[in-house]
């Protein structure tokens, strides 16, 4: 009995301090200390580290067929289009000469211009 006891109060002080664990930046990293970007690091891939963030802040306005402002969004053709013709990097990092995107809405992290700026600059891959 007492090992039993033993060993259910190990159980829940291990349960306990396993949900001490925050996985979240923003608790982890204070403001004005910025997580490290990892997400941009290696190949990045359209499919998986592209789409994920245009799909979030972008599609919902700029879709396949009569999006926003004429600019259609949403398969590789179209994503590449802005892509190489400089709209999309401009437009994310809120360079001059270009609306700044997302229209209305908070811009892009840093990590996630970097991702952009990336594939862009490895010849916006259909990868
Ligand atoms: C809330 C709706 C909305 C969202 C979200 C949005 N856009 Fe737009 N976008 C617009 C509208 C409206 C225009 C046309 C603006 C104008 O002509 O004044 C536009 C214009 C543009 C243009 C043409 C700008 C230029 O300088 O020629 C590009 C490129 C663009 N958007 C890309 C994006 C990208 C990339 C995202 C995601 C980061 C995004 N948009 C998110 C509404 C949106």
New binding site residues.
Partial sequence: MKKIMILLFLGILAISFHSCYYDKSDLLYPIGVSAPCTDSAGTISYIQKVVP??RT??Y???TTTG?????N?GTFALDKV?ATNG??Y???SHAS???A?????AQ?TGCQQAVIQKWINAGALNN
């Avoid at 995107?101 to 809405?105: E, F, K, L, N, Y």
């Fill in positions: 963030i245009l802040q972008c919902g306005c700029h999006g926003s402002g004429g600019i969004m802005i709209k999309l401009g437009t994310i000469g270009f609306i995107m997302p229209q209305g809405g892009m």
